[in-house]
T-cell receptor
Framework: DTEVTQTPKHLVMGMTNKKSLKCEQHMGHRAMYWYKQKAKKPPELMFVYSYEKLSINESVPSRFSPECPNSSLLNLHLHALQPEDSALYLC?????????????FGPGTRLTVT | EDKVVQSPLSLVVHEGDTVTLNCSYEVTNFRSLLWYKQEKKAPTFLFMLTSSGIEKKSGRLSSILDKKELFSILNITATQTGDSAIYLCAVLLGSRFMEYGNKLVFGAGTILRVKS
């Protein structure tokens, strides 16, 4: 089973709202990732969690706040977003972040900020 | 700056044709090169290549890496309409500090359309 699940599938939020994106995997992977993908562009890395600790933050604005409550779950808390933050947000996981393992992606959350 | 460049950007072929997609890279701390297929949503994993010259094969798809010339190709033989997708090449970069984790840098993708 190589499944990564994400909820919700779609989200529309205003600029003053607070919302959260959720990601879950049950493959025993110890590394989890958030990516942002704009239309017709490749995914861009936002955050890496390794063994439930934030190990890479790609200079993401503080209005995006990741959280890893346990090894199977990854959240992305959103607050005071801008319309340009509208994108597909992809979660991925891999067996380990420090070695060469393939990353498996979830279906994504399509976010629209109005 | 780490760069991953794919070509062509888009390609239209007929069913049954063979296609070759290219990926070249200029990066520091190369670990592996990965190929993904993206249709409507999530990229799905195809291959991971770490060693030069060893072909990986899955059905009609195959891929090989040349670490001296810094490129990889993805071949699809006897194409079908279901192969229509964006094919993403990504390079896994290692960190000087192992505990910081690896980073996947994507190319812009090749849009493949297979006509029946």
């Amino acid at each position: 089973d190589t499944e990564v699940t994400q909820t919700p599938k779609h989200l529309v939020m205003g600029m003053t709202n607070k919302k959260s994106l959720k990601c879950e995997q049950h493959m025993g992977h110890r590394a989890m990732y958030w990516y942002k993908q704009k239309a017709k562009k490749p995914p861009e890395l936002m955050f890496v969690y390794s063994y439930e600790k934030l190990s890479i933050n790609e200079s993401v604005p503080s209005r995006f706040s990741p959280e890893c409550p346990n090894s199977s779950l990854l959240n992305l808390h959103l607050h005071a977003l801008q319309p340009e933050d509208s994108a597909l947000y992809l979660c991925a996981s891999s067996q380990d972040a420090s070695l060469s393992y393939e990353q498996y992606f979830g279906p994504g959350t399509r976010l629209t900020v109005t | 700056e780490d760069k991953v460049v794919q070509s062509p950007l888009s390609l239209v072929v007929h069913e049954g044709d063979t296609v070759t997609l290219n990926c070249s890279y200029e990066v520091t701390n190369f670990r592996s090169l990965l190929w993904y297929k993206q249709e409507k949503k999530a990229p799905t994993f195809l291959f991971m290549l770490t060693s030069s010259g060893i072909e990986k094969k899955s059905g009609r798809l195959s891929s090989i890496l040349d670490k001296k010339e810094l490129f990889s190709i993805l071949n699809i033989t006897a194409t079908q309409t279901g192969d229509s997708a964006i094919y993403l090449c990504a390079v896994l970069l290692g960190s000087r500090f192992m505990e910081y984790g690896n980073k996947l840098v994507f190319g812009a993708g090749t849009i493949l359309r297979v006509k029946s």
